[in-house]
T-cell receptor, first 117, second 109 residues
Framework: ETGVTQTPRHLVMGMTNKKSLKCEQH?????MYWYKQSAKKPLELMFV???????ENNSVPSRFSPECPNSSHLFLHLHTLQPEDSALYLC????????????????FGEGSRLTVL | GQNIDQPTEMTATEGAIVQINCTYQ??????LFWYQQHAGEAPTFLSY??LDGLEEKGRFSSFLSRSKGYSYLLLKELQMKDSASYLC??????????WGAGTKLIIKP
């Protein structure tokens, strides 16, 4: 139990579907992240939110749409995805390291395994 | 560009010692992390190095040389449960984490 909960754990969707991934952290952290993990590739940072404000969007296609209603919840809305989007999507949280005094250690959720048919 | 290199896969024997190397080239340095990830599970934090030298934590130790852009994770008295992927990540000057592709460690009896 890492204090970061992701749902659903597994998701299968067609290319025309709309679905959402949900993440909740109970650690009092002020930063939340979405990562994409594909086999044998480094973790790819998708989005970062600090204090609910999006501070990073690493050229992610618009078919992925993040939402951060408060500092404890993070969503990833999915629509018209492609088969190459099939991957493990990991949510993480941390204390923002840029202010000093924090290492920025990430706490990850268990991930949502997405398959796009 | 920024880059993290670590071996793709390593094999070791139960009870033995294994060293997983990580070399990096990044824009600035604000610390190096090692994470462990069992198949189908979340990555979990193992160690953090920001100064040169060795950090020991039970059976696991992590070493850093900033001048050489090099770190290693040392696992002693290997157990079957240590079979996992080990991820090296460096925080750059913008506090962004740069990740390696991970090293899959296979432990044999």
């Amino acid at each position: 139990e890492t204090g970061v909960t992701q749902t659903p754990r597994h998701l299968v969707m067609g290319m025309t579907n709309k679905k959402s991934l949900k993440c909740e952290q109970h650690l009092g952290h002020n930063a939340m992240y979405w990562y994409k993990q594909s086999a044998k590739k480094p973790l790819e940072l998708m989005f970062v939110y600090n204090f609910k404000e999006q501070t990073e969007n690493n050229s992610v296609p618009s078919r992925f749409s993040p939402e951060c209603p408060n500092s404890s919840h993070l969503f990833l809305h999915l629509h018209t995805l492609q088969p190459e989007d099939s991957a493990l999507y990991l949510c993480a949280s941390s204390q923002d390291p840029s202010g000093g005094g924090n290492t920025g250690e990430l706490f990850f959720g268990e991930g949502s395994r997405l398959t796009v048919l | 560009g920024q880059n993290i290199d670590q071996p793709t896969e390593m094999t070791a024997t139960e009870g033995a010692i294994v060293q997983i190397n990580c070399t990096y080239q990044t824009s600035g340095f604000n610390g190096l992390f090692w994470y462990q990830q069992h198949a189908g599970e979340a990555p979990t934090f193992l160690s953090y190095n920001v100064l040169d030298g060795l950090e020991e934590k039970g059976r696991f130790s992590s070493f850093l040389s900033r001048s050489k852009g090099y770190s290693y994770l040392l696992l002693k008295e290997l157990q079957m449960k240590d079979s996992a992927s080990y991820l090296c990540a460096v925080m750059d000057s913008n506090y962004q984490l740069i990740w390696g592709a991970g090293t899959k460690l296979i432990i044999k009896p």
